[in-house]
């Protein structure tokens, strides 16, 4: 492939890659699949219409459907309805509480638990209760900082059954995050932990948590869930075991009634995780949150009555919040709630999960696949995976061998792969293939969801036709949108109204190729400039991902002379090889074969992991600056940081050499 005709000076990104497998809906899948091809026939206001009437029970029923004054929308207005109702009350009510609405599976061996929807309500009116004792009422902000354990869904829902808008902070972030997270909120209740589990060790939340409570003065008090059972420093008056504070509280769901809610309360805030910027406090109500996700989930990941649905992510990121809380509850749905590390005690743990519970429905990152990838498929090949039907994938675009990867090894080459494109503003899936009706290319989120306006500008604001690359828009308002950042109207203006009018600026490149499907090209703040050819990173990634030797790539740009940026690349080999001088000129001539000498790289630095934020995404801007030889940005946001001081050390060599090239 080369570069094609036109690409160059003054257009928003040059594609290059091209991907020519297609994998049609088995029929038999087609067949059952709760999308059919003509959900696409209906008109923006009768999908969201018909759906928020078919996936959510309202106290009372909404008079209009949305009403958009730039850049704010609001969805169902006059609608009462309360989240926990519907995800937990009603279901109980319809005679499901015995169905299962988690098996959680805690990380030592052996830890099982079984939380039918029945206990759930319990657990749930007790907890909300106990906090109704400590004040908690409509509009009192709640901080959360908890593990992955079925008490942090309890918490979250008791929050929403008394409309208390709620913090999850997720529970691996240090002091100062979760103190300026419970500050920016003026939160009033921290809900919080002993210890978590993490690959085999123990993480002191509570003792996090008294760090960051002496510095955040509005939190009153904070109820501590014991987990581990390890001695933890409480503080008199303002601590309490959340079991002392449940075990007097009623659990008749009389006692406690869910709070009728407005369309447009607050549900919760929660702060984005930031590969470029300082953390947003993104901002997501009730009726239109709930619609989005609850629809978006019985769509796209095709779940049945009695699936077995596992999203593997954390609760503390807008995934979890989305799609293992709030749209599978919606929707009485089984789930999987695991509590630690893939690889805890061996790489097999996942698969071992799936073939217990008979996963039917599994979602994950690109970056834990692509870690399987490195691990190698005998892991995965110990056991029955033969219950899964679908695979989804979110969090990054995914290189197309990473996606064949997971079709292969996971899916048994025959479950279909989902890729969901969407954001923590977005709070809902926006571009994703539906299972049953779409054709799927490796590496393309494929189509917008139905009643999702989805369009790639130039940088002029034209719609490029078929086959162009730009930045990605949203043309109209969608239910689940955030409903702005938390008391910072300027900087929300700014970041996604500012830089076309009228329309949602993604942040995000897209190409749409000719059949109009949408491929995503990573961060337009990582688009590399190359004399003059706007290549994006993920094209370059995913060719060096396509050498049979790669299992991870990133690559960013430094400053070049001639060029303007040359190409840097950093590539993890599979099974933990070392990289050599030879392998190095085999991939840089196979990523010229594939898409061109344009983009070559420079450079190459082998590493055996790279930089990323905890919730697993490629912080390329530390890469820059490694390229650059420029001290270390901001580097809190990043899961292990002791990576990024490694790659330093070998960027630093291997660049001093490479610099001539
Ligand atoms: C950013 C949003 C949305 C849940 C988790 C991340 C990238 C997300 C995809 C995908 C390509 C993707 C984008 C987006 N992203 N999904 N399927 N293909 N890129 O939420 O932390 O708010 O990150 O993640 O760059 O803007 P988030």
Redesign the pocket.
Known sequence: MSVQPGSGQGHAIDTLFSEERRYAPPPDFARQANAQPDIYSKSFDEFWTDEAQQRVSWFEPFEKLYEWKLPYAKFFLGGKLNICYNCVDRHVEAGAGNKVAYYWEGEPLGERRVVTFEQLQKDVVKLANGLKRLGVKKGTPVGVYMGMVPELAVAMLACARLGAPHNVVFGGFSADSLSGRLNDMECEVLITQDESWRRGKTFPLKAVANEALASAPSVKHCVVFGRTGNPVEMKAGRDVWWDELVTPASDDPASCPCEPLDSEDLLYLLY??GTTAKPKAIAHTTGGYLVGVATTHHYIFDVKPDSIYWCAADIG???GHSYIVYGPLCNQTTGVIYEGTPDYPDRDRWWDIIERYKVDILYTSPTAIRTHMKWGPEHAQKHDLSSLRLLG??????NPEAWIWYREHIGGGKAPVV????????GAIMISALPGITTTKPGS?TRPFPGVEAAVYNNAGEEVGPGGAGYLVLKKPWPSMLRGFYRDPERYQQTYWSRFPGVYF???GARVDEDGYFW?L??VDDVINVSAHRISTIEIESALVDHPAVAEAAVCGRADATTGQAIVAFVTLKGGAEGSPEMMTTLRDHVAKKIGAIARPANIVFTPELPKTR?G?IMRRLLRDVAEHRPLGDTTTLADAGVVDEIASRGRELLAKGEEE
Not at 393 to 398: F, K, L, N, R
């Open positions: 984005s995780s990121w807008v995934t994938s979110v969090g990054e675009p995914i890729d969901t494109w969407w954001q923590t503003e977005t989120a993604a942040g995000d995503l990573g961060r919730s995404k």
